[in-house]
T-cell receptor, first 108, second 117 residues
Framework: KNEVEQSPQNLTAQEGEFITINCSYSVGISALHWLQQHPGGGIVSLFMLSSGKKKHGRLIATINIQEKHSSLHITASHPRDSAVYICAAGGSNYKLTFGKGTLLTVNP | DSGVTQTPKHLITATGQRVTLRCSPRSGDLSVYWYQQSLDQGLQFLIQYYNGEERAKGNILERFSAQQFPDLHSELNLSSLELGDSALYFC????????????????FGPGTRLLVL
């Protein structure tokens, strides 16, 4: 079993829909990272959080340390949000452990 | 543009060969990380350097080695290449002041796509 599990693996939505991607981890962490990878391959860091909630534009990330669970929400989704979203758990050993990613497709 | 540069963008080589991938971090960043992304394994952490010193090691094969130079650029050397080494190799950098990958936002380079034939 992977130490970081994401669901769903694939997600298709219509433009404007509210989207939730989930991440569960089994390791102790110092921070949880959310990354976005576009079809061209480039990776962008979206959030790093160790507690509570962070918001950037239409993106919201939450984390529940006790339940070892994080969610990434996208409000009013748009076709340009189509990408792979990856969560990564940062432990105390300086390393990141990655989930397999969620492929999001937003149709116009 | 993250400010992290990687060269080359694409590399095609044969089994048994040796290649060097280069990474220049964002200006001022002290930490450099190397990652491998393959279709079956996803993203995997290989190694981290902080200000010229190795700080953390992940799933890096013995055939692979890396170093960070005084000007903070880093090189990842892959030798005795096998078909299974075909992957995207990413470099990332972070400030390095907060203590490590787990506590800092990382800035990723565009990656080097390696194809071993």
């Amino acid at each position: 079993k992977n130490e970081v599990e994401q669901s769903p693996q694939n997600l298709t939505a219509q433009e404007g829909e509210f989207i939730t991607i989930n991440c569960s981890y089994s390791v102790g962490i110092s921070a949880l990272h959310w990354l976005q990878q576009h079809p061209g391959g480039g990776i962008v860091s979206l959030f790093m959080l160790s507690s509570g909630k962070k918001k950037h534009g239409r993106l919201i990330a939450t984390i529940n340390i006790q339940e070892k669970h994080s969610s990434l929400h996208i409000t009013a989704s748009h076709p340009r949000d189509s990408a792979v979203y990856i969560c990564a758990a940062g432990g105390s050993n300086y390393k990141l452990t990655f989930g397999k990613g969620t492929l999001l497709t937003v149709n116009p | 543009d993250s400010g992290v540069t990687q060269t080359p963008k694409h590399l095609i080589t044969a089994t048994g060969q040796r290649v060097t991938l280069r990474c220049s971090p964002r200006s001022g960043d002290l930490s450099v990380y190397w990652y491998q992304q393959s279709l079956d394994q996803g993203l995997q952490f290989l190694i981290q350097y902080y200000n010229g010193e190795e700080r953390a090691k992940g799933n890096i094969l013995e055939r692979f080695s890396a170093q960070q130079f005084p000007d903070l650029h880093s090189e990842l050397n892959l030798s005795s290449l096998e078909l299974g080494d075909s992957a995207l190799y990413f470099c990332a950098s972070s400030g390095g002041l907060a203590g490590g990958a787990h506590q800092e936002t990382q800035y990723f380079g565009p990656g080097t796509r390696l194809l071993v034939l």
